[in-house]
Nanobody
């Protein structure tokens, strides 16, 4: 089973950038679609972006479209989320997750992802 560890969160001013990393181990990254989700206390976890098993199809939620870019480096077993033009409403804990290896495509539903990292906190504030 794939293990995932996020890093790269922190405090940034509005308009700034962060690159989140999702380091994986325990299995072959290319067997999984990987999603990024975020959660604010008291709210449901929401999808941010996803990259399919082949790395060809990338999806973005409306909130991050045009500002966020997901990518994967199979040699480093790592998936990245580049976040630009950050806004205060992007403040959340960000999680990466792996979808069951029997699925090639992405999904916006967190329940369809079986392996999760511990999360990395992003705070956008002046």
């Amino acid at each position: 089973q794939l293990q995932l560890v996020e890093s790269g969160g922190g405090l940034v001013q509005p308009g700034g950038s962060l690159r989140l990393s999702c380091a994986t181990s325990g299995s072959t990254l290319d067997l999984y679609a990987i999603g990024w989700f975020r959660q604010v206390p008291g709210k449901e976890r929401e999808a941010v972006s996803c990259i399919d098993r082949g790395g060809e199809t990338r999806t973005y939620a409306k909130a991050g479209k045009g500002r966020f870019t997901i990518s994967r480096d199979s040699a480093k077993n790592t998936v990245y989320l580049q976040m630009n033009s950050l806004k205060p409403e992007d403040t959340a804990v960000y999680y990466c997750a792996a979808r069951n290896s029997s699925f090639f495509t992405c999904s916006p539903y967190s329940a369809e992802f079986g392996s999760w990292g511990q999360g990395t906190e992003v705070s956008v504030s002046s």
